[in-house]
């Protein structure tokens, strides 16, 4: 235990005067009129950038990163005591890297990255994916892995999102690609990797936590989400009225999934009514469905249809799907990411898909320029955009599978793994704290 403390202090120090050098080298804050973080090609005049109207929902954002997803694994009873500060870890380095990497990409102009809030608003875009995939591999991996997990990831997360973005005009304000899509299966596929038979044989009971305590975390991180999650979905959304579309789709969607899970709960499980944690992972669900699609001309109605599937999605993926994943594919997902993130974020993508061939300058009017600008200057046609939101899932997938493959490799090597009666310690390092004795 105490190696591991070191390997820990140790990385940490690394990485964070690492961070430290190439800020010094490479970021200075974006100049009044310097191009914010839009793709080339594209005229993002309307797009918000960097002003007072962007900083309260850049702010709901970060909240809605720092602290919900540290509450919705807390219902783990081994490792929920420490669920908030190893997220905290996580976002406070994933943070600084991702802003550094998007530089690279987006921002690199005459040698320098410029910084500010619309940047700060896409790293929380990318650190919210690596917590998705640390989801799925909880409990089997220690801080030291967790740290590396989010070096590589938010590499491969920037490569993905520019790609998709800023090369291919993909429309995705509310990520159902590439934070709930892409940080689902690049989880899974690092999950694949660690497999631990040993581990299969225990009854998930004991990881999870049924008492009192866990149900009043996974009140307070629902709550959150309900709060948060509609500035998540509409940070990047256009201005006007089609930023409304955003954050009412968000609420419509998550109305229904959280009604589905009422309803299919208690076909499937023995209590009459659903635990907190379903109706946590059934709003996770709506409002990932609504990624995409959240700003496009969905209507109400098709959002409470999209809400309402994505909230059966979940109770039917932990029933069906899971023990299939864990027997057959040897994937232990421990938090359900593929249910509550992975299905919903693909449902997502492929109603964004067809609702681009419905997209119109009669139905949209002059939001078409908004939402689809490439379509709007007659250099793309609906099917093309069509195409191209599909592509991007296809693209998206593969990077995560790759992706995933790569890191948990790395993560696999014999200098970084824990002794097997070290599994328990590791979850335990960083919340134990003596008083008066450092």
Not at 34 to 43: A, K, N
Not at 118 to 142: E, K, P, Y
Not at 172 to 178: E, F, K, N, Q
Request: glycine fraction near 8%; proline fraction near 4%.
């Amino acid at each position: 235990k105490a190696a591991s403390r070191l390997r820990l202090s140790g990385l940490c120090f690394l990485l964070q005067i690492l961070n430290i050098l190439l800020f010094a080298v490479f970021a200075r804050y974006s100049p009044e009129g310097s191009p914010g973080r839009c793709p080339p090609q594209l005229d993002c005049s309307q797009r918000p950038q960097d002003s007072g109207f962007q900083q309260p929902r850049s702010q709901d954002v970060h909240t809605q990163v720092l602290l919900s997803f540290g509450l919705l694994v807390a219902f783990l009873g081994r490792y929920g005591p420490g669920s908030v500060a190893t997220s905290i870890l996580i976002t406070a380095f994933a943070i600084q890297w991702a802003v550094l990497a998007q530089g690279f990409f987006n921002f690199f102009l005459n040698g320098k990255i410029y910084v500010g809030a619309q940047s700060m608003v896409s790293a929380d875009f990318c650190t919210a994916a690596v917590l998705i995939s640390t989801g799925a591999v909880l409990g089997r991996v220690n801080p030291v892995q967790m740290l590396l997990l989010a070096l590589l990831e938010v590499t491969m997360c920037t490569l993905n999102e520019y790609i998709l973005l800023s090369l291919m005009g993909v429309s995705d304000s509310g990520r159902s690609l590439t934070v709930h899509t892409f940080g689902a299966y690049f989880g899974l596929m690092v999950s694949r990797f660690l497999y631990q038979p040993h581990k299969d044989k225990r009854k998930r009971e004991e990881w999870q936590d049924t008492g009192h305590q866990a149900e009043v975390f996974a009140v307070v991180g629902t709550i959150y989400l309900w709060i948060f999650w509609p500035s998540f979905t509409s940070a990047t959304a256009v201005h006007n009225n089609a930023e409304n579309w955003a954050v009412l789709n968000t609420y419509f969607s998550l109305v229904a999934s959280t009604i589905a899970t009422f309803i299919l709960s208690p076909v499937l499980c023995e209590d009459s009514t659903p635990r907190m944690v379903q109706i946590q992972d059934a709003t996770l669900a709506g409002m990932a469905v609504m990624g995409m699609a959240g700003e496009m001309l969905v209507t109400p109605f098709g959002a409470l249809i999209a809400g309402f599937l994505a909230g059966l999605i979940s109770p039917l993926g932990f029933r069906f799907f899971t023990p299939v994943l864990r027997s057959r594919l040897k994937i232990q997902d421990t938090c359900g990411v593929h249910n509550i993130h992975g299905l919903p974020g693909v449902l997502g993508a492929l109603l964004g898909t067809l609702l681009t061939l419905l997209a119109t300058a009669d139905t949209y009017g002059d939001r078409l320029e908004l939402v689809f600008p490439l379509m709007a200057q007659g250099s793309r046609t609906v099917t093309d955009q069509a195409l191209t939101q599909l592509g991007a899932l296809l693209l998206t997938l593969l990077l995560a599978v790759l992706g995933g493959c790569l890191t948990g490799a790395v993560l696999k090597t014999k200098v970084l793994r824990s002794p097997p009666d070290e599994q328990y310690l590791e979850n335990t390092v960083l919340r134990e704290v003596k008083l008066g004795n450092c």
